[in-house]
């Protein structure tokens, strides 16, 4: 069987996918939108970041994350506002969170996965160290950052999947309406420096990454395991948009 | 090599051989899946010009009604055999056949949550088809890929993605060329 077959005989296999498609087509309600006010003022996020917060104290701290990216504590919050970055003694182009986990195991502790909450926590907090700092990813600083910019770049503009569908097809036509939900621009809304976020369609902490798997999913495009390569280097095209729209770090989202 | 600085190099050697193993005992400790081959298997060949077959029936009701239910529904997943318009190709035990979502970015009669990504296809045949500013060909190229005459269009691709098959595009483009009566759409 062809693969692109394979895949549309796949979709929706899954319960969650389908209820997640079938849940991302409604906009919010007028009830939606009170809450949404409301919970502006106090992200239900907090919460996990704190939780992150507690997490971030076992693996040693900012003096741990410092000493194992070898720069000055000091420097650490403008840093973290540079991921994902190349990092050399790693061997690749890498998020915050990949650096926790070798951290974690380098502490011969478990490493959290990717996708546990434990991680996202984590990866919220430490990130949240950057708030109020401008993204200053620099994606011409190496070669390998250059290549991740331009996989990522290829990636965002690429047709892919059952529905003929790149991430472009829909992120450049900002204002206009998809299924009564107003078609995100990336750069302009600070995509790349909001996330992870508090979803209220799901009511729980998402990453950038896994937010963009929910839109791979509804596209009808094969979703990018966290993590690979590929997925970096799409949050590194995404980051960088946020920059050029000289956004700042603000964890926690709050998102629809 | 000069006898003195042997011990230096050999030192400098073994240091670096301790490095590139933990370089490399580093890759493994933290996630990185392969996804080339996801992508790769995602692609989609190129722009791809077709003839609409002979055997489209575009003025047959029985086809318009299944081209208006994938214009208007994301997947088989809330069908219900009582309101399957007839001869709609039954996706296999256990499987969710997507449909053509098309009303997520178009406007049409009848369209519940229609958005503007694309152009409204509301009153079609009066300002498009009796006009001769379209023809059924046209809309079924589209229909099946728009990349043709658009190349970066966000309108979706339905044949070479092999969404549909061809009676499929014939039943879609059947719906959307043809004059809607009012409330043709059953809740």
């Not at chain 2, 070479?160 to 059947?174: G, H, K, L, R, V």
């Amino acid at each position: 069987m062809n693969s692109l077959l394979l895949k549309k005989v796949l979709l929706g296999l899954s319960l969650t996918t389908a209820l997640l498609v079938a849940g991302e087509q409604f906009s919010m309600s007028a009830a939606d939108k009170a809450m949404y006010e409301e919970l502006k003022e106090n992200n239900p996020a907090d919460m996990n970041v704190e939780e992150g917060m507690e997490l971030f104290e076992e693996l040693g701290d900012e003096a741990a994350l410092a000493k194992f990216l070898e720069i000055d504590e000091k420097k650490l919050p403008e840093y973290i506002t540079g991921f994902p970055r190349y990092i050399k003694k790693m061997g690749n182009v890498v998020g915050l969170d990949q650096v926790l986990q070798v951290m974690q195991m380098e502490q011969t502790k478990k490493k959290d996965a990717l996708n546990s909450e434990s991680m996202t926590n984590l990866l919220a907090y430490v990130k949240s160290l950057g708030n109020d700092l401008p993204i200053n990813i620099d994606v011409k600083e190496n070669k390998e950052m250059e290549a991740a910019h331009a996989l990522g770049e290829k990636l965002y503009l690429e047709e892919r999947g059952y529905r003929g569908l790149s991430c472009n097809s829909c992120h450049a036509l900002p204002g206009t309406v998809l299924r009564t939900q107003i078609l995100p621009e990336m750069g302009a809304q600070n995509t790349g420096g909001t996330w992870p976020g508090y979803r209220m369609t799901l009511s729980k902490v998402v990453t950038l990454q896994e937010r963009s798997r929910t839109c791979m999913r509804d596209a009808g495009q094969a979703p990018l395991p966290l993590g690979s390569k590929e997925m970096v280097a799409l949050e590194v095209y995404i980051t960088n948009l946020a920059k050029n729209n000289k956004h700042k770090v603000e964890i926690p989202g709050l998102k629809r | 090599m000069n006898k003195s600085i042997r011990p230096f190099a050999f030192l400098s050697f073994a240091l670096l051989a301790v490095t590139a193993v933990y370089a490399s005992d580093m890759t493994k400790s933290y996630e990185m899946p392969d996804a080339s081959q996801i992508v790769k298997d995602d692609l989609i060949p190129g722009a791809t010009k077709y003839t609409m077959p002979k055997d489209c029936k575009l003025d047959d009701l029985e086809s318009i009604a299944r081209g208006e239910y994938m214009f208007h529904n994301l997947n088989s997943k809330n069908d219900k055999k009582e309101n399957l318009p007839k001869g709609m190709k039954a996706p296999k035990e256990g499987e969710v056949k997507a449909y053509g979502n098309c009303v997520a970015c178009h406007n049409i009669e009848g369209a519940v949550g229609g958005g503007t990504v694309g152009p409204p296809l509301v009153g079609y045949k009066a300002n498009f088809m009796d006009t001769k500013v379209r023809d059924a060909q046209f809309v079924y190229q589209k229909i099946a890929d728009p990349r043709v005459d658009a190349n970066t269009t966000a309108m979706t691709i339905n044949l070479t993605s092999q969404m549909f098959d061809e009676s499929e595009i014939c039943d879609i483009t059947a719906y959307v060329i043809q004059a809607k009566k009012e409330k043709i759409r059953k809740k």
